[in-house]
């Protein structure tokens, strides 16, 4: 019983979504974007 | 247009409204009529959120807006990202929690039914109007550039949609969106390589920006900063579109039910939470080649004469007043131009406008959404003319259709089912819901047969109407997940006050636009801490 909740436990760990790192990598984008369209401001202008 | 053309339109059209019928096998009761049994993958939910964002007024407008003004405006969209990032986290648990329908009922919860009510009303104002714009602004544009009759373009823009999303609801919505934005997608893009091609020889994509970047075109990122310090009225810089622009996402994608009812479709809170990160991830890029599409076509008109007015149309028709001879004349002079003298041929374009203004005192002269599809019809091979207008009614119907399931979804749940019949059967919700969306949709046909004109950029129009209601009903939202201190009727009382405030400001016109979301959410915030103490206190924080 106790191997089966063990199992049962570290799938569910092992499924869980890394939220946080997710919500890092879409603001690290859009922080990135930014910078990207600053140098093409003025490599065009 | 031509008869290829023709084809391809009634073809694509007409393969949309089957796929939509098709598609409209759902539970007939509420969840699977508004929510699609909440059984939608991630992808999904994705390209319902961007079908639901991206009317007509995106592709027609956007352009257009980049071939006056330059591309800053993607920085309106700069907020967006971070407030996906803010809803995934606060707004996403509570909604899936309760299992709610619309996004107003948690208030209930929260507050009380008049807070449920006021909010679900103002949504219902606000969306009710726009839509009706979002079907006026492209049969107006269509049917002055296709010589077509403007009462009946607006019939098929916004009633032909009315079939698949009655029938079908949620589930037909979310699915023709997923082959809508398809389409759109591949349209724009031969449309953006069409554009380098019919460049002169010699002539890349790259020699294309740097020509537009001379004219002040590759303007992406300003600063708002003048001689004279910041300038709060200039509309789009970095600063309005991080703050302001973050406000009004948060509003929009996290209380305007046309949006909140498509991440509610999806399977789980993982699901739901994806979608609106992969919208936040892939919407400034999306913004950025649509605006730079407008800048491609402004490097075209360097080569090529573009006309002093894009809206022929309207032209001919100040020909037939006593103004003709004079606009016969600035045309005779602006065709002696060369087509990169820019600093003449926009002296010239402002002079015919005013000559315009005076022969057509009642219309806007405007010309700015007339850009792309003027070069859509003049430049593009036939057969895509009829791809690219297909374009426009598909991106149209994307946003209509959400927008429509959304209103009625609000009437049924908040409204109907409140104040009229409590204690409906499965089959009446059923019966009732698909009812409501038919009348939203004739109300919002309606609306866009008497609207006139409608000032600027379509785009802007509205946002603009947007940012007068978004900003108190985010405020309203914000204090019911963080100010606990604020109860139901000084939360009431706010609302209505701030809303008049909001008013007031925006006529003042002292403001750009996109601030008045950050002013609105803080005035009922602000308003509702010092009328607490004075206002009698009746529910307890659930």
């Known amino acids: 019983m106790s191997d089966n909740r063990n199992i049962a436990e570290y799938k569910s760990k092992e499924k869980k979504t890394n939220w946080k790192l997710l919500y890092l990598i879409v603001f690290l984008f859009l922080v990135l974007q930014i910078i990207f369209y600053y140098f093409i401001t003025k490599h065009f202008q | 247009m031509s008869y290829q053309d023709w084809i391809v339109l009634i073809i694509t059209l007409g393969g949309i409204i089957i796929y939509g019928v098709y598609k409209s096998k759902t539970t007939k009761n509420l969840d699977g009529y508004f929510l699609s049994n909440r059984d939608m993958p991630w992808y999904l939910v994705v390209l319902s959120i961007m079908g639901t964002q991206a009317s007509a007024i995106t592709f027609i407008s956007a352009p257009g807006q980049a071939y006056t003004d330059g591309m800053r405006f993607v920085q309106y969209y700069f907020g967006l990202p971070l407030a996906m ?88 919505v979310a699915h023709t969106q997923k082959l809508q934005l398809v389409i759109v997608f591949v349209g724009m893009a031969i449309a953006g390589y069409l554009v380098v091609h019919l460049m002169p020889s010699g002539v890349g994509f790259l020699d294309a920006l740097h020509l537009g970047g001379k004219n002040g075109k590759m303007n992406i990122i300003t600063s708002g900063r003048t001689a004279n310090g910041f300038d709060w009225k200039d509309k789009y810089n970095i600063w309005s579109g991080v703050i302001g622009g973050f406000f009004l996402a948060l509003s929009y994608f996290g209380t305007d039910q046309s949006q909140v009812g498509r991440y509610l479709t999806a399977k789980n809170n993982k699901q739901s939470k994806l979608g609106l990160l992969m919208n936040g991830i892939v919407k400034v890029p999306m913004q950025f080649l649509i605006l730079m599409l407008g800048v491609l076509v402004f490097s075209f008109y360097q080569y090529n004469k573009a006309p002093i007015h894009f809206n022929e149309t309207q032209t001919e028709r100040a020909k037939e007043t006593s103004y003709k001879n004079q606009l016969v004349h600035l045309e005779t002079e602006y065709a002696s131009l060369a087509p990169d003298d820019n600093a003449d041929k926009s002296e010239l374009k402002n ?126 939202f914000l204090i019911a997940f963080w100010f606990k201190y604020i109860k139901a009727n000084a939360l009431f009382v706010s609302a209505i006050i701030s809303e008049i405030f909001i008013i007031i400001i925006y006529n003042a016109n002292v403001i750009s636009f996109l601030w008045l979301n950050v002013i609105g959410a803080i005035l009922v915030i602000v308003i509702g801490y010092l009328l607490q103490p004075f206002v009698k206190t009746e529910k307890k924080i659930a």
């Open chain 2, 351 to 476: 002079k015919y406008s005013a000559v315009l203004s005076q022969a057509l005192p009642s219309e806007d002269v405007n010309d700015t959404n007339y850009i792309f599809l003027r070069f859509v019809i003049d430049y593009l091979p036939k057969g895509l003319v009829g791809l690219l207008i297909a374009i426009i009614f598909l991106a149209a119907w994307g946003s209509i259709a959400a927008a429509l399931n959304s209103l009625a979804s609000c009437t049924v749940v908040d409204i109907h089912k409140k104040y009229f019949k409590k204690d409906l059967s499965e089959s009446e919700d059923y019966r009732i819901s698909k009812f409501y969306t038919f009348c939203w949709g004739i109300f919002c046909i309606l609306v866009a047969e008497f609207a006139s004109n409608l000032g600027n950029s379509l785009i802007e129009t509205v946002n603009i109407l947007g940012s007068l209601f978004y900003g108190v009903i985010l405020g309203i």
């Open chain 2, 85 to 172: 990032i803010v809803i995934c986290i606060v707004f996403v648990p509570v909604f899936n929690k309760l299992k709610v329908y619309t996004a107003y009922e948690f208030l209930e919860t929260r507050f009380d039914l008049k807070a449920r009510t006021l909010t679900s009303f103002l949504f219902q104002i606000s969306r009710g109007l726009s839509t009706g714009i979002s079907i006026y602004a492209p049969s107006l544009i269509l049917s002055s550039l296709l010589g077509w009759n403007i009462y009946y373009t607006n019939i098929i823009m916004g009633g032909m949609l009315i079939i698949y999303t009655v029938t079908g609801g949620a589930k037909a």
